[in-house]
Protein backbone atom coordinates (compact mmCIF):
# COMPACT_ATOMS: atom_id res chain seq x y z
CA UNK A 1 0.00 0.00 0.00
CA UNK A 2 1.63 3.58 -1.06
CA UNK A 3 0.17 6.91 -0.55
CA UNK A 4 0.73 10.80 -2.33
CA UNK A 5 -0.55 13.72 -1.85
CA UNK A 6 -0.23 17.06 -3.78
CA UNK A 7 -1.64 20.72 -3.81
CA UNK A 8 -2.98 22.04 -7.09
CA UNK A 9 -3.48 26.01 -7.32
CA UNK A 10 -5.99 27.73 -9.22
CA UNK A 11 -6.54 31.38 -10.34
CA UNK A 12 -10.03 32.11 -10.47
CA UNK A 13 -11.08 35.82 -11.70
CA UNK A 14 -15.02 35.08 -12.08
CA UNK A 15 -17.58 32.81 -10.66
CA UNK A 16 -18.57 29.57 -11.93
CA UNK A 17 -16.82 26.55 -12.74
CA UNK A 18 -13.15 25.57 -13.31
CA UNK A 19 -12.19 22.10 -14.90
CA UNK A 20 -9.61 20.69 -12.77
CA UNK A 21 -10.13 17.27 -14.26
CA UNK A 22 -6.73 16.99 -16.71
CA UNK A 23 -4.99 18.08 -13.46
CA UNK A 24 -5.99 15.16 -11.30
CA UNK A 25 -5.66 12.65 -14.06
CA UNK A 26 -1.72 13.82 -14.75
CA UNK A 27 -0.73 13.82 -10.88
CA UNK A 28 -2.43 10.53 -10.57
CA UNK A 29 -0.31 9.08 -13.28
CA UNK A 30 2.75 9.91 -12.04
CA UNK A 31 2.03 8.59 -8.72
CA UNK A 32 1.82 5.34 -9.83
CA UNK A 33 -0.95 3.76 -8.12
CA UNK A 34 -3.17 1.48 -9.72
CA UNK A 35 -6.06 0.67 -7.44
CA UNK A 36 -6.71 2.69 -4.54
CA UNK A 37 -8.95 5.58 -3.46
CA UNK A 38 -8.21 9.42 -4.43
CA UNK A 39 -9.34 12.45 -2.10
CA UNK A 40 -9.93 16.09 -3.64
CA UNK A 41 -10.17 18.65 -0.88
CA UNK A 42 -10.75 22.11 -1.56
CA UNK A 43 -9.30 24.27 1.35
CA UNK A 44 -11.76 26.83 1.36
CA UNK A 45 -15.18 28.67 2.59
CA UNK A 46 -16.07 30.27 -0.77
CA UNK A 47 -14.85 28.01 -2.92
CA UNK A 48 -15.87 24.33 -3.75
CA UNK A 49 -16.07 21.33 -5.79
CA UNK A 50 -18.54 19.78 -7.98
CA UNK A 51 -18.43 16.97 -10.56
CA UNK A 52 -20.30 18.01 -13.43
CA UNK A 53 -21.12 17.47 -17.22
CA UNK A 54 -17.84 18.83 -18.48
CA UNK A 55 -19.46 18.40 -22.72
CA UNK A 56 -21.37 20.92 -23.19
CA UNK A 57 -20.66 24.60 -21.15
CA UNK A 58 -23.89 25.59 -21.17
CA UNK A 59 -24.23 23.44 -18.57
CA UNK A 60 -21.62 25.22 -16.50
CA UNK A 61 -23.78 28.80 -17.02
CA UNK A 62 -26.69 27.44 -15.85
CA UNK A 63 -25.47 25.42 -13.42
CA UNK A 64 -23.98 29.55 -11.91
CA UNK A 65 -27.35 30.91 -13.22
CA UNK A 66 -29.41 28.83 -10.87
CA UNK A 67 -27.13 29.46 -7.88
CA UNK A 68 -27.06 32.75 -7.77
CA UNK A 69 -31.21 33.00 -8.14
CA UNK A 70 -30.83 30.29 -5.36
CA UNK A 71 -28.21 32.45 -3.02
CA UNK A 72 -29.30 36.33 -3.56
CA UNK A 73 -26.65 38.57 -3.05
CA UNK A 74 -28.35 41.25 -1.26
CA UNK A 75 -26.83 42.13 1.93
CA UNK A 76 -30.48 43.03 3.74
CA UNK A 77 -30.64 39.22 4.07
CA UNK A 78 -27.73 38.92 6.01
CA UNK A 79 -25.80 39.94 9.46
CA UNK A 80 -22.38 38.81 7.44
CA UNK A 81 -21.81 41.23 5.51
CA UNK A 82 -18.42 42.96 5.74
CA UNK A 83 -16.69 41.46 3.29
CA UNK A 84 -18.28 42.02 0.08
CA UNK A 85 -22.07 41.44 -1.10
CA UNK A 86 -20.89 37.87 -2.28
CA UNK A 87 -18.81 36.54 0.64
CA UNK A 88 -21.51 34.87 2.55
CA UNK A 89 -23.58 33.70 -0.60
CA UNK A 90 -20.34 32.14 -0.96
CA UNK A 91 -20.67 30.17 2.35
CA UNK A 92 -23.78 28.71 1.51
CA UNK A 93 -23.10 27.86 -1.90
CA UNK A 94 -19.86 25.82 -0.49
CA UNK A 95 -22.58 24.57 1.83
CA UNK A 96 -24.84 23.53 -0.87
CA UNK A 97 -22.13 21.87 -2.83
CA UNK A 98 -18.84 20.12 -2.25
CA UNK A 99 -15.89 20.38 -0.12
CA UNK A 100 -14.22 16.69 -0.72
CA UNK A 101 -15.02 14.30 -3.56
CA UNK A 102 -14.08 10.64 -2.69
CA UNK A 103 -13.13 8.83 -6.32
CA UNK A 104 -11.95 4.90 -6.80
CA UNK A 105 -8.88 4.40 -8.91
CA UNK A 106 -8.85 1.04 -11.09
CA UNK A 107 -6.06 0.62 -13.23
CA UNK A 108 -4.72 3.67 -12.71
CA UNK A 109 -7.68 5.49 -14.04
CA UNK A 110 -10.05 7.51 -11.52
CA UNK A 111 -13.58 5.80 -12.35
CA UNK A 112 -15.20 9.12 -13.87
CA UNK A 113 -18.06 8.50 -16.03
CA UNK A 114 -18.02 9.28 -19.55
CA UNK A 115 -19.44 12.87 -19.05
CA UNK A 116 -17.66 13.75 -15.50
CA UNK A 117 -15.55 16.44 -15.25
CA UNK A 118 -14.16 17.32 -12.22
CA UNK A 119 -14.66 21.20 -10.87
CA UNK A 120 -13.29 23.69 -8.58
CA UNK A 121 -16.52 25.98 -8.33
CA UNK A 122 -15.35 29.87 -7.64
CA UNK A 123 -18.52 31.75 -5.47
CA UNK A 124 -16.55 35.10 -5.06
CA UNK A 125 -15.90 37.52 -8.58
CA UNK A 126 -12.25 38.33 -7.36
CA UNK A 127 -9.29 37.55 -8.04
CA UNK A 128 -8.24 34.50 -5.68
CA UNK A 129 -5.79 31.53 -5.59
CA UNK A 130 -7.06 28.62 -4.47
CA UNK A 131 -5.70 25.58 -3.34
CA UNK A 132 -7.16 21.98 -3.95
CA UNK A 133 -5.68 18.88 -1.72
CA UNK A 134 -4.91 15.79 -4.14
CA UNK A 135 -4.68 12.62 -1.66
CA UNK A 136 -4.16 9.02 -3.38
CA UNK A 137 -4.00 5.51 -1.32
CA UNK A 138 -3.22 2.39 -3.21
CA UNK A 139 -1.24 -0.54 -4.55
CA UNK A 140 1.55 0.60 -6.81
CA UNK A 141 2.32 -1.02 -9.88
CA UNK B 1 -4.11 -3.88 4.29
CA UNK B 2 -6.45 -5.00 1.46
CA UNK B 3 -8.70 -3.42 -0.89
CA UNK B 4 -11.61 -4.57 -3.21
CA UNK B 5 -14.02 -3.26 -5.88
CA UNK B 6 -16.83 -3.99 -7.72
CA UNK B 7 -19.42 -1.66 -9.81
CA UNK B 8 -23.29 -2.43 -9.59
CA UNK B 9 -26.19 -1.10 -12.31
CA UNK B 10 -29.43 0.20 -10.88
CA UNK B 11 -31.75 0.23 -13.43
CA UNK B 12 -33.99 3.30 -12.96
CA UNK B 13 -37.35 4.12 -14.74
CA UNK B 14 -38.97 6.92 -12.50
CA UNK B 15 -37.30 10.28 -10.87
CA UNK B 16 -36.64 9.26 -7.19
CA UNK B 17 -34.92 7.54 -4.88
CA UNK B 18 -33.93 3.80 -5.47
CA UNK B 19 -32.54 2.04 -2.15
CA UNK B 20 -29.34 0.27 -2.55
CA UNK B 21 -28.06 -0.78 1.11
CA UNK B 22 -28.78 -4.21 1.33
CA UNK B 23 -26.38 -4.62 -2.07
CA UNK B 24 -23.74 -2.92 -0.67
CA UNK B 25 -23.54 -4.86 2.84
CA UNK B 26 -23.41 -7.71 0.88
CA UNK B 27 -20.25 -7.13 -1.12
CA UNK B 28 -19.11 -5.74 1.36
CA UNK B 29 -19.31 -8.64 3.51
CA UNK B 30 -17.94 -10.67 0.92
CA UNK B 31 -14.85 -8.45 0.64
CA UNK B 32 -13.71 -10.24 3.96
CA UNK B 33 -13.21 -6.51 5.40
CA UNK B 34 -13.28 -5.79 9.03
CA UNK B 35 -12.06 -2.11 9.62
CA UNK B 36 -11.93 0.16 7.02
CA UNK B 37 -13.08 2.40 4.82
CA UNK B 38 -16.07 1.82 2.38
CA UNK B 39 -16.33 4.71 -1.00
CA UNK B 40 -19.86 4.32 -3.21
CA UNK B 41 -19.50 6.93 -6.03
CA UNK B 42 -22.02 7.55 -8.58
CA UNK B 43 -20.20 7.67 -12.48
CA UNK B 44 -23.25 10.17 -14.09
CA UNK B 45 -23.94 13.54 -13.80
CA UNK B 46 -28.04 13.23 -13.89
CA UNK B 47 -28.36 10.95 -11.05
CA UNK B 48 -26.55 11.28 -7.59
CA UNK B 49 -26.44 9.65 -4.11
CA UNK B 50 -27.65 10.41 -0.92
CA UNK B 51 -28.45 8.91 2.14
CA UNK B 52 -31.94 9.09 4.04
CA UNK B 53 -34.33 7.68 6.34
CA UNK B 54 -35.67 4.30 5.05
CA UNK B 55 -38.31 3.05 7.37
CA UNK B 56 -40.88 5.53 5.91
CA UNK B 57 -41.40 5.37 2.20
CA UNK B 58 -43.20 9.05 2.58
CA UNK B 59 -39.53 10.89 3.25
CA UNK B 60 -38.40 9.73 -0.82
CA UNK B 61 -41.91 11.08 -1.60
CA UNK B 62 -41.32 14.41 -0.33
CA UNK B 63 -37.50 14.86 -1.05
CA UNK B 64 -38.50 13.94 -4.64
CA UNK B 65 -41.45 16.60 -4.71
CA UNK B 66 -38.81 19.31 -2.79
CA UNK B 67 -35.89 18.83 -5.20
CA UNK B 68 -38.83 19.14 -8.28
CA UNK B 69 -40.30 22.35 -6.99
CA UNK B 70 -36.62 23.95 -6.15
CA UNK B 71 -35.26 23.27 -9.43
CA UNK B 72 -38.25 23.91 -12.15
CA UNK B 73 -37.76 21.82 -15.01
CA UNK B 74 -39.34 25.02 -17.38
CA UNK B 75 -36.57 24.88 -20.36
CA UNK B 76 -37.25 28.83 -20.21
CA UNK B 77 -34.99 28.96 -17.56
CA UNK B 78 -31.98 27.02 -18.95
CA UNK B 79 -29.79 27.30 -21.71
CA UNK B 80 -28.66 23.50 -22.02
CA UNK B 81 -31.91 22.19 -23.23
CA UNK B 82 -31.56 20.51 -25.79
CA UNK B 83 -31.48 16.78 -23.97
CA UNK B 84 -35.07 17.17 -22.48
CA UNK B 85 -36.74 19.24 -19.85
CA UNK B 86 -35.45 17.11 -17.05
CA UNK B 87 -32.16 17.05 -18.04
CA UNK B 88 -30.60 20.51 -16.95
CA UNK B 89 -32.47 20.24 -13.50
CA UNK B 90 -30.83 16.77 -13.25
CA UNK B 91 -27.09 18.59 -13.19
CA UNK B 92 -28.76 21.06 -10.86
CA UNK B 93 -29.72 18.22 -8.23
CA UNK B 94 -26.71 16.47 -8.87
CA UNK B 95 -24.64 19.08 -7.84
CA UNK B 96 -27.55 20.15 -4.43
CA UNK B 97 -27.16 15.93 -3.19
CA UNK B 98 -24.01 14.12 -3.45
CA UNK B 99 -21.58 12.10 -5.74
CA UNK B 100 -19.94 10.01 -3.36
CA UNK B 101 -19.80 8.98 0.24
CA UNK B 102 -17.38 7.26 2.25
CA UNK B 103 -18.69 5.25 5.30
CA UNK B 104 -16.17 4.16 7.96
CA UNK B 105 -16.10 -0.35 8.49
CA UNK B 106 -16.26 -1.59 11.58
CA UNK B 107 -16.59 -5.08 12.70
CA UNK B 108 -17.42 -6.07 9.50
CA UNK B 109 -20.69 -3.35 8.78
CA UNK B 110 -20.69 -0.10 7.02
CA UNK B 111 -21.80 1.93 10.18
CA UNK B 112 -24.64 3.76 9.33
CA UNK B 113 -27.24 4.64 11.25
CA UNK B 114 -30.35 2.91 12.63
CA UNK B 115 -32.40 4.86 9.95
CA UNK B 116 -29.50 5.85 7.64
CA UNK B 117 -30.21 4.01 3.92
CA UNK B 118 -28.04 4.94 0.71
CA UNK B 119 -30.28 5.65 -2.39
CA UNK B 120 -29.06 6.50 -5.76
CA UNK B 121 -30.93 9.33 -6.60
CA UNK B 122 -32.60 9.26 -10.03
CA UNK B 123 -33.09 12.40 -11.90
CA UNK B 124 -34.39 11.81 -14.99
CA UNK B 125 -37.72 10.73 -15.97
CA UNK B 126 -36.83 7.75 -18.44
CA UNK B 127 -35.17 4.55 -18.34
CA UNK B 128 -31.89 4.62 -17.37
CA UNK B 129 -29.12 1.79 -16.10
CA UNK B 130 -26.69 3.54 -13.43
CA UNK B 131 -23.37 2.44 -12.45
CA UNK B 132 -22.31 2.89 -8.97
CA UNK B 133 -18.76 1.94 -7.87
CA UNK B 134 -18.10 0.22 -4.81
CA UNK B 135 -14.55 0.74 -3.31
CA UNK B 136 -13.43 -0.72 0.44
CA UNK B 137 -10.05 -0.50 2.25
CA UNK B 138 -8.65 -1.98 5.61
CA UNK B 139 -7.57 -4.95 7.48
CA UNK B 140 -9.02 -8.43 6.76
CA UNK B 141 -10.40 -10.80 9.11
CA UNK C 1 -0.52 1.50 7.23
CA UNK C 2 -2.30 1.74 10.58
CA UNK C 3 -5.78 2.80 11.03
CA UNK C 4 -8.04 3.92 14.09
CA UNK C 5 -11.81 4.96 14.60
CA UNK C 6 -13.33 6.64 17.13
CA UNK C 7 -17.56 7.74 17.78
CA UNK C 8 -17.42 11.28 19.52
CA UNK C 9 -21.04 12.46 21.07
CA UNK C 10 -22.74 15.82 20.22
CA UNK C 11 -25.23 16.93 22.74
CA UNK C 12 -27.63 19.43 20.77
CA UNK C 13 -30.37 21.79 21.85
CA UNK C 14 -31.14 23.64 18.88
CA UNK C 15 -31.18 24.27 15.25
CA UNK C 16 -27.84 25.04 13.97
CA UNK C 17 -24.22 24.27 13.45
CA UNK C 18 -22.04 23.01 16.47
CA UNK C 19 -17.90 23.38 15.63
CA UNK C 20 -16.07 19.59 16.16
CA UNK C 21 -13.32 20.67 14.74
CA UNK C 22 -10.96 20.47 17.86
CA UNK C 23 -12.08 17.12 19.24
CA UNK C 24 -11.45 15.91 15.57
CA UNK C 25 -7.80 17.56 16.04
CA UNK C 26 -6.89 16.42 19.52
CA UNK C 27 -8.11 12.95 18.43
CA UNK C 28 -6.40 12.62 15.22
CA UNK C 29 -3.02 13.65 16.70
CA UNK C 30 -2.93 10.68 19.65
CA UNK C 31 -3.48 7.95 16.96
CA UNK C 32 -0.15 8.70 15.95
CA UNK C 33 -1.05 9.06 11.83
CA UNK C 34 1.39 11.41 10.25
CA UNK C 35 -0.06 10.97 6.47
CA UNK C 36 -3.23 9.49 4.89
CA UNK C 37 -6.96 10.17 4.95
CA UNK C 38 -9.51 11.22 7.78
CA UNK C 39 -12.85 10.27 7.32
CA UNK C 40 -16.06 12.45 9.67
CA UNK C 41 -19.17 10.44 9.33
CA UNK C 42 -22.86 11.33 10.48
CA UNK C 43 -24.79 8.25 11.53
CA UNK C 44 -28.17 10.59 11.37
CA UNK C 45 -30.59 11.40 8.75
CA UNK C 46 -31.98 14.69 10.54
CA UNK C 47 -28.02 15.97 11.37
CA UNK C 48 -25.18 16.98 8.79
CA UNK C 49 -21.85 17.96 8.58
CA UNK C 50 -20.44 21.10 7.02
CA UNK C 51 -17.20 22.87 6.83
CA UNK C 52 -17.43 26.52 7.30
CA UNK C 53 -15.88 29.54 8.40
CA UNK C 54 -15.37 29.84 12.05
CA UNK C 55 -14.17 33.04 12.57
CA UNK C 56 -17.18 35.12 12.33
CA UNK C 57 -20.42 33.70 14.37
CA UNK C 58 -22.27 35.85 12.39
CA UNK C 59 -21.55 33.08 9.53
CA UNK C 60 -23.26 30.57 10.96
CA UNK C 61 -26.51 32.13 11.88
CA UNK C 62 -26.77 33.83 8.43
CA UNK C 63 -26.07 30.09 7.22
CA UNK C 64 -29.24 28.53 9.75
CA UNK C 65 -31.72 31.73 8.69
CA UNK C 66 -30.94 30.80 4.85
CA UNK C 67 -31.85 26.85 5.30
CA UNK C 68 -34.85 28.01 7.46
CA UNK C 69 -36.43 29.61 4.77
CA UNK C 70 -35.42 27.51 1.91
CA UNK C 71 -36.84 24.54 3.08
CA UNK C 72 -40.21 25.19 5.12
CA UNK C 73 -41.29 24.22 8.68
CA UNK C 74 -45.03 24.28 7.10
CA UNK C 75 -46.64 20.18 7.65
CA UNK C 76 -48.72 21.14 4.58
CA UNK C 77 -45.88 20.71 2.68
CA UNK C 78 -45.34 17.25 3.50
CA UNK C 79 -46.95 13.86 3.52
CA UNK C 80 -44.15 12.98 6.46
CA UNK C 81 -44.97 14.49 9.52
CA UNK C 82 -45.67 12.87 12.13
CA UNK C 83 -42.72 13.51 13.90
CA UNK C 84 -43.00 17.31 13.90
CA UNK C 85 -42.60 20.26 11.78
CA UNK C 86 -38.91 20.41 11.90
CA UNK C 87 -38.28 16.58 11.07
CA UNK C 88 -38.97 16.19 6.97
CA UNK C 89 -37.14 19.49 6.59
CA UNK C 90 -34.70 18.35 8.56
CA UNK C 91 -34.08 15.05 6.42
CA UNK C 92 -34.22 17.71 3.08
CA UNK C 93 -31.17 19.73 4.84
CA UNK C 94 -29.63 16.70 5.38
CA UNK C 95 -29.63 15.80 1.94
CA UNK C 96 -28.35 19.40 0.60
CA UNK C 97 -25.06 19.79 2.79
CA UNK C 98 -23.04 16.51 4.06
CA UNK C 99 -23.19 12.90 5.50
CA UNK C 100 -19.21 12.43 4.83
CA UNK C 101 -16.25 14.47 4.65
CA UNK C 102 -12.85 13.28 3.22
CA UNK C 103 -10.09 15.44 4.43
CA UNK C 104 -6.47 14.41 3.75
CA UNK C 105 -3.80 14.21 6.71
CA UNK C 106 -0.13 15.57 6.06
CA UNK C 107 2.23 16.36 8.98
CA UNK C 108 -0.03 14.76 11.50
CA UNK C 109 -2.63 17.36 10.57
CA UNK C 110 -5.89 17.37 8.92
CA UNK C 111 -5.65 20.22 6.05
CA UNK C 112 -8.14 22.39 6.75
CA UNK C 113 -7.83 25.87 5.33
CA UNK C 114 -6.89 28.78 7.56
CA UNK C 115 -10.79 29.91 7.83
CA UNK C 116 -12.22 25.80 7.92
CA UNK C 117 -13.61 24.61 11.05
CA UNK C 118 -15.75 21.31 11.21
CA UNK C 119 -19.10 21.34 12.18
CA UNK C 120 -22.27 18.74 13.41
CA UNK C 121 -25.20 20.62 11.90
CA UNK C 122 -28.32 20.19 13.60
CA UNK C 123 -31.45 20.67 11.77
CA UNK C 124 -34.39 19.99 14.46
CA UNK C 125 -35.12 22.24 17.75
CA UNK C 126 -34.98 19.45 20.71
CA UNK C 127 -32.63 17.83 22.65
CA UNK C 128 -30.43 15.03 20.93
CA UNK C 129 -27.61 13.33 21.11
CA UNK C 130 -25.81 13.13 17.54
CA UNK C 131 -23.04 10.24 16.87
CA UNK C 132 -19.88 11.36 14.51
CA UNK C 133 -17.73 8.52 13.28
CA UNK C 134 -14.26 9.32 13.35
CA UNK C 135 -12.01 6.98 10.59
CA UNK C 136 -8.30 7.67 9.62
CA UNK C 137 -5.95 5.53 7.65
CA UNK C 138 -2.61 6.30 6.86
CA UNK C 139 1.44 5.96 7.64
CA UNK C 140 2.33 6.29 11.16
CA UNK C 141 5.24 7.87 12.74
Not at 55 to 62: E, F, H, I, R, T
Not at 77 to 84: A, F, I, P, S, W
Not at 95 to 117: E, K, N
Request: glycine fraction near 8%.
Amino acid sequence: MKQANTTISIHTARQGLFEITRDIQSWLSGTGVQNGLLTVFCRHTSASLTIQENADPDVQYDIETFFKQLVREDPSLYTHVNEGADDMPAHIRSALTDVSLSIPVIDGQAVLGTWQGVFLYEHRARDHHRQVVLQVMGDGA
